[in-house]
């Protein structure tokens, strides 16, 4: 069934920054992904590693793919929709699992913690049972030892051993994004998807737990996909980002260089859209107009509607991704990456 | 505590309701045209001296609240009065009675339990041919009265095929001969409450299915089954059980139409019969038994609801 | 968390009813019941009353399709004649049910106060009345005659009507049009008649249908007790009471033509209902 192993074109290369002789905790390759009913891909060829034990950030609008991407490393798919390309999680392809193996890799391999916990959770089951019950039900352990390792996670996460007895309903949001992340380490994955986590969450709530996931992240050696629209929250957590635009990767590469010399229109015009701390006041800038229909099969590069620096190439020819002069592991889909403001390209 | 408080507050509502309830079936009597004691005698003919004997042992001469109250002590006593027709007390009618109601009510609300939350979940979880097809049959069970159901299971079933006995409850033979007899009006009294069961069931386990929570457990990779019963089945139960007043009283009501179809000699067959000949004294304490019960179901569902649901905290349910 | 009851239970929380073939079978049905009805007299092959002893129990034939009954009447005649009290019945109750049940709701939603809870306290009461155990209390008081039963049922259902309509003005008073009314000088009776009555019609007038169904169930049953109709009035649940005797020597089909236009009768009224309700709010989403 697992035709992997047989083909080395489609093992996985080591993902940049992650360590050597294991295989990346993911690596998605020219994903392609279509919906019934809309005339271009929603993804279209994405291109997204993230290493063993790497934090990265997948940031964009809403609408440009980054739910559908990390939703796709589960399989979580919507009925209808077609795929091509391949997904490995610890080096096995999602898309051609059958169901067995699918559970493993849920329960095993990659968890996901999601948007808004208190509508993730079941309101009428106990926290320990939502804890426990994928590794229960699944016999990867017994009662007991889920029990154990439920309120070692519960303290890691900064929950008291009270918290297995409650329902739902009897936490606050944070607790139960705790109880969220707690849940997602039962199978010590090697790999966490984090969609929106603190989307749902109050300010001060949002700082302490993202601060707790990368405490996790590195305490339990997980690889951890963050999906953000918080271009300040993508900064602050991970090595590595990856901006979306219209189902394709607009920009990618270490979260330092990216933030401070983008190299893609639409990175600058997210960062300029921004409000910072430290950013000068008066500066914040809207993007003008909207994400392309999905309904129309596009021309040229997505965002040249919307682009200052567009030109007629734009139009008509679509940028494949080139890394910035001297710094290989920065790349932007951009014609006119050199002439962004900010980026001499002798850095 | 909070739970016993809750319990207490219930139970006085419940017996304010009740008290309303016995109101209403012991002042319907005084609606009647004519005078009590010539409505209490339904036609019969008598004597100036039996309409005597009649205001006596009923205190008609005494003033209404008097006698409600004095009526309603006797109820409390076990005791609701002597049934005109047949010359004896009721409660002594009612409990030669109840056994055969009871086990035709306990047949039929296996069937509704059983075929409705399974219908319900088949139509709810596989969908497609299966969901339209259990749409239209519980479409049809919906439209059918318990009396034609009665009538059509008699005539193709028990007479034309005589695969069943087309009449009496079998009472005196031994249980399996009572359970043989009451098969068939079992069935037609479950009917359109299976359709009905089926139709909460589904919706409300479809109403699950398209959660988040359904979807999370999905990606935590729950096998399916579990994620149905867990997760589904588990949390619709709430909404299938706030039904179980309403099935209740349906089954006890509807023992009327079908006992009376099936000849079959119970509670319901009585309240037939002593409605049509006006022996009132029974129709009143049938109206008041099937009240009570329906409330006291509602009650139990009540206090069972927090338990089902911790979300709901006690008594925050409107009834109904 | 609050349930209130939108409709009776049963096709209450069912939304995807079905569509195309089964509501347009549905809606000729219910139209084709209430022309024969209205043409009763014209239409009917016998008089209903007519006695042919000679005749009794006959198979059909060319002179009465659908047979004759015990008594010797022609079955098609009594049910076209019987489909007049078999709907002139449940329209009674649904008639009632919503002018009273509706106007009380309105009310107690718009104005709350000592109506509101006067309906919440009588509900609970009410609800623990089934409809034909009240039609019962009722006719054996009352004796034979249409009605008491349709009073007592009228009683029975004001309140699920009652609920219904309050739910929605509850809910309409806190659109922001009502406000915006009451800020340019409208009265509050003004915009209540005016705009929050028509706007919730459509549900209660929907659910009505699907009451009417439920009414005929209920009324149907008590003629098939003998009690309410009188006995010798064309009416299809009396039919069905007079024919059971002869199901039992297996002569079926006096008793079986009426159960089986009750069937349709009511799945008909159901789905036209459900089909109705389901428009409505579509179109309020």
């Known amino acids: 069934m697992n035709t992997t192993e047989q083909h080395p074109a489609d093992t996985p290369r080591p993902a940049p920054g992650g360590r050597p002789n294991t295989p990346a905790a993911l690596d998605i390759r020219n994903l392609r992904m279509r919906l019934p009913h809309t005339a271009r891909p929603v993804l279209d060829g994405v291109d997204l590693t993230v290493g063993a034990g790497e934090t990265v950030a997948l940031v964009g609008e809403s609408g440009s793919g980054k739910t559908l991407t990390s939703r796709t490393v589960l399989r979580l798919l919507p009925a209808g929709t077609t795929t091509e390309g391949t997904v490995h999680v610890a080096g096995d392809d999602v898309l051609t699992m059958n169901a067995r193996q699918l559970r493993h890799l849920r329960t095993r391999t990659a968890a996901m913690i999601f948007q808004d916990p208190r509508a993730a959770i079941n309101p009428l089951r106990r926290i320990g049972d939502f804890l426990t019950e994928s590794v229960r039900l699944n016999k990867i352990m017994t009662p007991a030892a889920a029990q154990a390792r439920a309120g070692e996670l519960l303290e890691a996460v900064g929950l008291t051993t009270e918290v297995p007895r409650r329902y739902p309903g009897q936490l606050s949001g944070g607790m139960l994004q705790r109880v969220m992340i707690a849940a997602a380490l039962m199978g010590d994955p090697t790999l966490l998807l984090a969609d929106e986590p603190t989307t749902a969450l109050d300010v001060t709530t949002q700082a302490e737990v993202v601060a707790l996931l990368g405490d996790l992240r590195a305490r339990f050696g997980t690889g951890l996909l963050f999906v953000t629209h918080d271009l300040g929250l993508a900064a602050a957590i991970s090595d590595r980002v990856y901006v979306m635009y219209a189902g394709r990767i607009a920009e990618t590469g270490p979260a330092a260089s990216v933030f401070a010399r983008p190299r893609h229109p639409y990175t600058k015009a997210l960062l300029d859209s921004t409000p910072g701390l430290d950013a000068p006041p008066g500066r914040l800038v809207a993007i003008d107009g909207q994400p392309p229909d999905l309904r129309r099969e596009p021309t040229g590069c997505p965002f040249a509607p919307r682009c200052a620096h567009a030109t007629e190439l734009c139009t008509t020819e679509t940028p494949r991704s080139m890394p910035a002069r001297g710094e290989p592991a920065h790349t932007a889909a951009c014609h006119h990456s050199d002439r962004l403001e900010g980026t001499p390209g002798d850095a | 505590m909070n739970f016993v408080r809750f319990a207490v507050r219930r139970l006085l509502e419940m017996a304010a309701t009740l008290l309303g309830a016995s109101f209403v079936v012991f002042g319907a009597m005084y609606l009647a045209p004519g005078n009590p004691a010539s409505f209490l005698l339904g036609g019969r003919s008598a004597s100036p001296a039996a309409l005597a004997a009649i205001d006596r042992q009923y205190h008609l001469n005494d003033p209404f609240i008097e006698q409600y109250a004095r009526w309603l002590g006797n109820i409390l006593h076990g005791d609701f009065g002597r049934s005109i027709e047949y010359r004896t007390d009721v409660s002594h009618l009612l409990s030669s009675r109840l056994p055969t109601t009871l086990l035709l009510v306990g047949m039929a609300l296996v069937v509704v339990v059983l075929l409705g939350l399974a219908l319900g979940w088949a139509g709810a979880v596989r969908g497609g041919a299966t969901d339209s097809a259990i749409l239209v049959g519980t479409t049809f069970a919906i439209g059918t009265p318990a009396f034609v159901a009665a009538i059509l299971l008699q005539g193709f079933l028990a007479v034309e095929l005589g695969w069943f006995p087309s009449s009496g409850s079998g009472s005196g033979d031994g249980i399996a001969a009572m359970l043989w007899h009451l098969t068939l009006p079992a069935i037609a009294l479950a009917l359109y409450l299976v359709g009905m069961l089926a139709r909460v069931t589904r919706s409300a386990m479809l109403e699950q299915l398209t959660s988040e929570h359904v979807a999370v457990a999905r990606s935590r990779g729950i096998p399916e089954r579990h994620v149905i019963s867990r997760h589904v089945f588990r949390n619709a139960l709430g909404a299938v059980l706030t039904t179980a007043g309403l099935i209740v009283s349906s089954l006890l009501v509807c023992t009327v139409l079908v006992e009376t179809a099936f000849s079959v000699g119970g509670v319901g067959q009585l309240l037939e019969l002593s409605s049509t000949t006006k022996d009132f004294p029974v129709v009143q304490a049938i109206s008041l038994i099937i009240v009570a019960l329906f409330m006291t179901v509602n009650l139990i569902i009540d206090l069972l609801l927090p338990v089902v649901d911790p979300r709901i905290t006690l008594g925050t349910r409107a009834t109904g | ?285």
């Not at chain 3, 079978?25 to 007299?41: D, H, M």
């Not at chain 3, 003998?226 to 297996?250: C, E, N, Y």
Request: proline fraction near 6%; charged fraction near 15%.
């Open chain 3, 1 to 285: 968390m609050t349930m209130t009851l939108v409709r009776r239970p049963g096709l209450a929380r069912l939304r995807a009813t079905d569509r195309g073939p089964l509501y347009l079978a549905s809606a000729g049905f219910v139209g084709l019941v209430v022309a024969v009805a209205l043409l009763a007299p014209w239409i009917a092959p016998h008089d209903p009353n007519t006695v042919e002893l000679g005749n009794a129990l006959a198979a059909p034939s060319g002179d009465h399709l659908l047979g004759v009954d015990a008594a010797g009447r022609d079955t098609l005649s009594r049910l076209v004649v019987g489909a007049r009290t078999s709907l002139l019945g449940p329209l009674g109750v649904v008639v009632f049910s919503t002018l009273a049940g509706g106007a009380v709701g309105v009310v107690a939603g718009w104005r709350g106060g000592w109506l509101d809870s006067l309906l919440s306290r009588t509900t609970e009461l009410t609800l623990a009345f089934p409809g034909l155990l009240l039609a019962i209390l009722f006719t054996s008081v009352y004796g034979e005659g249409l009605l008491a039963p349709v009073v007592a049922l009228s009683i029975a259902y004001l309140p699920y009507v009652a609920r219904l309509a309050r739910s929605l003005v509850l809910a309409e008073r806190e659109r922001p049009y009502v406000a915006a009314y009451r800020v340019q000088g409208h009265s509050g009776t003004d915009v209540c008649l005016r705009h929050v009555v028509p706007n919730i019609a459509p549900v209660v007038l929907a659910q009505c249908t699907v009451n009417f169904g439920y009414a005929l169930i209920d009324l149907a049953g008590l003629s098939f007790l003998g009690l309410g109709v009188p006995a010798l009035t064309p009416d299809w649940g009396r039919m069905v009471f007079d024919g059971k005797s002869a199901i039992q020597s297996g002569y079926p089909l006096s008793a079986i033509v009426p159960c089986l236009v009750i069937i349709l009768t009511v799945v008909a009224f159901n789905v036209v209902g459900e089909h109705w309700a389901d428009k409505v709010a579509g179109r309020n989403r």
